[in-house]
């Protein structure tokens, strides 16, 4: 449009130069030809003038064209330099304006053209403005839908001005309401569309609090009002809870005037009311409201004084105080009990004015004074004590009335009533009307002459307290803010530093193991959230130097200096995780004892057949017999077989060890050396000379050191040194958990084979764990739990290639050294057995049956029973025949049935001089091995062979 209309301009100046050149010299040529033409007819002068009058008319026509042209460069340059100046201010003013203006183009939305303003708004310089579209610069919050602004937009280029509000979003992602226009323009020959958009967050934010406060006065539980002053005090707004208050609609409210709610309104002093209000002096006063049923509530009301729209209004709020009314006479009935109980108080209670002069006092008070409190009232401190001390007091009464709230004093007075002195701790409050003027102070003062001692004591207290915390056998921490600000001396050393001040501004995580952090924290945040005790829980801490270790953590959220703080208990239960682990190990063997017991009685009475009936057979063959040989591998596989059983009885509870005083000694030489024999390990053996006695199970021991040194030889199969310590130790409390303190001794296998795997160190005492092919898995457990039924431990140690060493401690009794038993004599004198009377009382068919065909090969006459009560009756009929027997022999164990112990008890009972021997598939059980005491004459471990009842009968008779 601008070059248009330039153009324009220039066409009519060039025209106006040509038209005047073209007039001037049309004039030229005809006037002055005519003229010349008047005075001048010679025709060669003529043409001689016409020469010069040409040449004159160039030079004339010239200047008059310069003159034209320069005029009209001139005016041009004026023109051009007012235009300029034009576009200067345009876009100083377009720059410079409050809206940002943005030009759009309407298909695309991208922007043309932007102000300053725009580029200061969205944080875009102009650059990067023109690389935008609408649709990037708005958001799709606060919009219906996101294509909402283009359509806006081409409504506008349609010719429809558009006004919208709308969120946009800044060139950091700031998102904002706007406030934008758009009008349609043609710039340049280009419809486009001028948006201006204005930042209205402020504005919206305004909107939005006054919906708050809107919604807070609709919803408030309080009823709120507004009466206007110039339409006679009609009531032109109530919130829902007046409207629920009056029992009214808000369409019957706003009919209503003051008079219409509150009949005894003084209508008369309304108006200087209002002056008061208007003077910005709220009001606050108690009337009564009628209610749509006619009932009159009282409320107190509060009004203030407000201007909307220009607008006189009187606005505020009331409340229901009919409870209030009652609980204020019940405060007035109330007031003689509390003058009763303050009566009644052992402190001193007093009220004075700001004079001095006593208003009211108790009996304690009187006390004081040795006066009563009507010869009190009215009177001042200078009228009961001396002048030093009245002037203390008054001075008191004066601090507190200047400072507006509560001060304390201790002081030193005598009672007048007895002369007693007492220190009292007094408070003095100034004390106000309900208007808020001060009236006086009120006085309390309470005998502290017994809490002064009890603090002085508590002072005492809290250092031994100190010194207990110090002496406490437990980890105590406290930390604010995570960080430690107090540990006791154990706490230091738990942690792996000297002293408590080496932790001190430390992060308490720190020493929190990483994969319990996140739930120490979370325990943190609990105790301080819900202010409760934390209780014990198990984590894991780290020391100083980075070793981990278990505690047992309870903790507790206190406030210490005035700060919140959590403090920790902590305790190492590092042994604790051991015993545990041992007491898992027992539950383990306890477990596999109640299988291993009946499997191994069973299994003993099952070989008791097979191992029988092959002696049997041995004997009714003749010598050289073929089959001979083959029956005697058989007993010897039978005779290993039985050896694991023993190994399964080891567990059950019938076999708990039987213990005699035994010097250990002999037996570790014999078994070590046993072992290894014709094998390429040597053995080292280093035994104190002093070694303790012990009392255990020697058979036991023997084989816990069996296993150990063939452990050991198999773990090098190229040969080396096992060696063998045994000493004696004297443990502290839980220096070896779970022993207690005590002697003992301690024996150690060492040898230099491969080592164990740590992963395996844990399990290697579990039944049926091996690593070894040929292994049954139960050696270390029968070692482990024969052991432990000694009241022992057994650690072990090991890294792979640098070998593995046992420890065993067993109780020693180094109080009996040198006392032995002597050893029994197990030899016997051969008597024949033909005819002998055996009786045979066994729950197993077979073994009866094997039983007396054993007795029967040997000469023996037989009867055989399968429960105790048919053995009794049997004996009790023999002896009544007169046919005694000569001997009983009992299984132990009879399910379900009276077994042979109990049978013996009653037999015996029966005849004093009976010869008992007893049966069992419990080799180790404490009966078999101590036999005499039950009152049995021998014992027969089954399986067993003819030749061994025969011997057993040979000692019995």
């Keep these: 449009m601008k070059n248009e209309k330039t153009a324009r301009i220039d066409r009519k100046a060039a025209f106006r130069i040509v038209a005047v050149y073209g007039i001037f010299g049309a004039l030229w040529i005809f006037c002055s030809d005519t003229v010349l033409g008047w005075f001048i007819h010679d025709s060669a002068l003529m043409t001689q003038i016409a020469i010069y009058k040409g040449l004159l008319f160039v030079v004339t026509t010239a200047v008059l064209l310069y003159y034209l042209i320069a005029r009209h460069v001139q005016l041009l340059t004026q023109a051009n330099r007012r235009i300029a100046a034009s576009e200067e201010r345009f876009q100083a003013i377009y720059d410079n304006m409050l809206e940002a203006v943005l030009i759009l183009v309407p298909v695309t939305g991208r922007i043309a053209d932007v102000n300053r303003t725009a580029c200061d708004l969205f944080g875009f310089c102009r650059t990067e403005a023109l690389s935008l579209t609408l649709r990037e610069i708005c958001s799709d919050e606060g919009s219906s839908s996101d294509s909402e602004p283009m359509a806006r937009l081409a409504q506008a280029a349609n010719g429809l001005p558009q006004l919208l509000d709308l969120v946009v979003r800044k060139r950091d992602g700031t998102l904002f309401w706007a406030d934008i226009s758009m009008q349609k323009a043609e710039i340049n020959g280009e419809e486009l569309v001028i948006t201006l958009v204005r930042d209205i967050s402020e504005r919206k934010k305004i909107e939005e609090e006054v919906a708050f406060f809107k919604k807070l006065v609709e919803t408030s539980r309080d009823p709120v009002y507004v009466l206007s002053h110039r339409q006679n005090w009609r009531m032109v707004y109530a919130n829902q809870a007046a409207c629920a208050h009056y029992g009214m609609t808000l369409e019957e409210l706003l009919q209503k005037s003051i008079p219409d709610w509150d009949p005894d309104f003084d209508m008369v002093s309304l108006e200087l009311a209002w002056q008061q209000l208007k003077n910005g002096q709220p009001m606050r006063f108690e009337t009564q409201h009628r209610v749509a049923s006619g009932k009159l509530v009282p409320v107190e009301v509060t009004t203030n004084y407000l201007v909307h729209r220009g607008e006189e209004l009187s606005f505020g709020y009331f409340f229901d105080i009919s409870e209030r009314k009652r609980a204020e006479e019940e405060l007035r009935a109330s007031e003689d009990r509390l003058r009763s109980l303050v009566q009644a108080l052992p402190d001193l209670v007093w009220l004075k004015d700001q004079n001095g002069v006593y208003l009211s006092c108790n009996q304690m008070f009187e006390r004081f004074f040795g006066a009563k409190e009507a010869d009190i009232i009215g009177k001042t401190d200078y009228d009961f004590v001396e002048k030093e001390l009245a002037d203390f007091f008054v001075e008191h009464d004066r601090k507190a009335m200047t400072a507006g709230k509560p001060s304390s004093n201790e002081e030193w007075i005598t009672f007048a009533d007895d002369g007693h002195r007492a220190l009292l701790e007094t408070i003095k409050t100034p004390m106000y009307d309900t208007r808020g003027a001060l009236i006086g102070v009120l006085g309390i003062g309470r005998d502290i002459t017994e809490r002064k001692r009890t603090e002085e004591e508590l002072r005492a207290s809290e250092a031994r307290y100190r010194g207990l915390v110090e002496l406490f056998p437990?980890?105590?921490?406290?930390?604010?803010?995570?960080?430690?600000?107090?540990?006791?001396?154990?706490?230091?050393?738990?942690?792996?530093?000297?002293?408590?001040?080496?932790?001190?501004?430390?992060?308490?995580?720190?020493?929190?193991?990483?994969?319990?952090?996140?739930?120490?924290?979370?325990?943190?945040?609990?105790?301080?959230?819900?202010?409760?005790?934390?209780?014990?829980?198990?984590?894991?801490?780290?020391?100083?130097?980075?070793?981990?270790?278990?505690?047992?953590?309870?903790?507790?959220?206190?406030?210490?200096?005035?700060?919140?703080?959590?403090?920790?208990?902590?305790?190492?239960?590092?042994?604790?995780?051991?015993?545990?682990?041992?007491?898992?190990?027992?539950?383990?063997?306890?477990?596999?004892?109640?299988?291993?017991?009946?499997?191994?009685?069973?299994?003993?009475?099952?070989?008791?057949?097979?191992?029988?009936?092959?002696?049997?057979?041995?004997?009714?063959?003749?010598?050289?017999?073929?089959?001979?040989?083959?029956?005697?591998?058989?007993?010897?596989?039978?005779?290993?077989?039985?050896?694991?059983?023993?190994?399964?009885?080891?567990?059950?509870?019938?076999?708990?060890?039987?213990?005699?005083?035994?010097?250990?000694?002999?037996?570790?030489?014999?078994?070590?050396?046993?072992?290894?024999?014709?094998?390429?390990?040597?053995?080292?053996?280093?035994?104190?000379?002093?070694?303790?006695?012990?009392?255990?199970?020697?058979?036991?021991?023997?084989?816990?050191?069996?296993?150990?040194?063939?452990?050991?030889?198999?773990?090098?199969?190229?040969?080396?040194?096992?060696?063998?310590?045994?000493?004696?130790?004297?443990?502290?409390?839980?220096?070896?958990?779970?022993?207690?303190?005590?002697?003992?001794?301690?024996?150690?296998?060492?040898?230099?084979?491969?080592?164990?795997?740590?992963?395996?160190?844990?399990?290697?005492?579990?039944?049926?764990?091996?690593?070894?092919?040929?292994?049954?898995?139960?050696?270390?457990?029968?070692?482990?739990?024969?052991?432990?039924?000694?009241?022992?431990?057994?650690?072990?140690?090991?890294?792979?290639?640098?070998?593995?060493?046992?420890?065993?401690?067993?109780?020693?009794?180094?109080?009996?050294?040198?006392?032995?038993?002597?050893?029994?004599?197990?030899?016997?004198?051969?008597?024949?057995?033909?005819g002998a009377f055996i009786l045979v009382m066994d729950d197993e068919l077979p073994i009866r049956e094997l039983s007396e065909d054993m007795l029967r090969l040997i000469g023996c006459r037989v009867e055989s029973c399968s429960d105790g009560e048919e053995l009794i009756e049997l004996y009790r009929i023999r002896i009544r025949e007169g046919c005694r027997p000569d001997a009983v022999i009992m299984d132990l164990t009879i399910p379900g049935k009276m077994g042979g112990l109990e049978a013996a008890q009653r037999i015996l009972e029966l005849d004093r001089e009976a010869r008992l021997i007893v049966s069992s598939g419990y080799s180790n059980d404490p009966v078999m091995a101590n036999y005499h005491a039950y009152g049995f004459a021998g014992f027969l471990i089954k399986p067993y062979r003819i030749d061994e009842l025969s011997q057993v009968l040979n000692r019995v008779l």
């Design 474 to 834: 437990e980890a105590i921490y406290i930390h604010t803010g995570g960080k430690l600000v107090f540990a006791n001396s154990h706490g230091a050393r738990l942690l792996g530093v000297e002293r408590p001040e080496d932790l001190y501004g430390r992060e308490a995580l720190d020493f929190v193991h990483p994969d319990c952090r996140e739930f120490v924290a979370n325990r943190i945040k609990s105790a301080f959230e819900q202010d409760s005790f934390n209780p014990p829980v198990e984590e894991v801490f780290l020391r100083a130097d980075g070793v981990p270790f278990q505690v047992e953590v309870s903790s507790v959220a206190f406030i210490y200096h005035g700060e919140k703080a959590l403090q920790v208990v902590a305790r190492d239960i590092s042994e604790r995780k051991k015993r545990q682990e041992e007491l898992v190990k027992a539950q383990k063997l306890e477990s596999l004892g109640v299988l291993a017991g009946g499997i191994a009685h069973d299994f003993n009475n099952l070989l008791t057949g097979v191992l029988g009936n092959i002696s049997l057979m041995r004997e009714e063959l003749p010598e050289g017999h073929p089959l001979q040989e083959r029956l005697s591998r058989c007993e010897k596989a039978i005779s290993q077989t039985t050896g694991l059983t023993c190994q399964l009885l080891t567990f059950s509870r019938g076999g708990e060890p039987v213990k005699k005083l035994l010097d250990l000694r002999p037996v570790l030489r014999d078994t070590t050396f046993f072992a290894l024999r014709g094998s390429n390990v040597a053995l080292e053996l280093d035994m104190a000379e002093d070694l303790w006695p012990l009392e255990a199970d020697e058979g036991q021991l023997c084989q816990v050191f069996n296993n150990l040194i063939i452990n050991a030889g198999q773990a090098m199969p190229g040969g080396g040194t096992v060696r063998v310590e045994a000493g004696n130790c004297r443990l502290s409390p839980a220096e070896v958990p779970p022993l207690d303190a005590g002697d003992y001794l301690l024996i150690s296998v060492i040898d230099q084979g491969t080592g164990i795997a740590s992963e395996y160190l844990d399990k290697i005492f579990d039944p049926y764990f091996t690593t070894k092919e040929a292994g049954s898995g139960l050696g270390l457990t029968a070692l482990y739990s024969i052991v432990r039924k000694h009241q022992g431990q057994v650690l072990v140690s090991s890294r792979l290639g640098d070998g593995t060493t046992f420890r065993i401690y067993l109780p020693a009794s180094p109080e009996k050294e040198g006392v032995f038993p002597v050893p029994e004599d197990d030899s016997f004198r051969t008597v024949s057995l033909a």
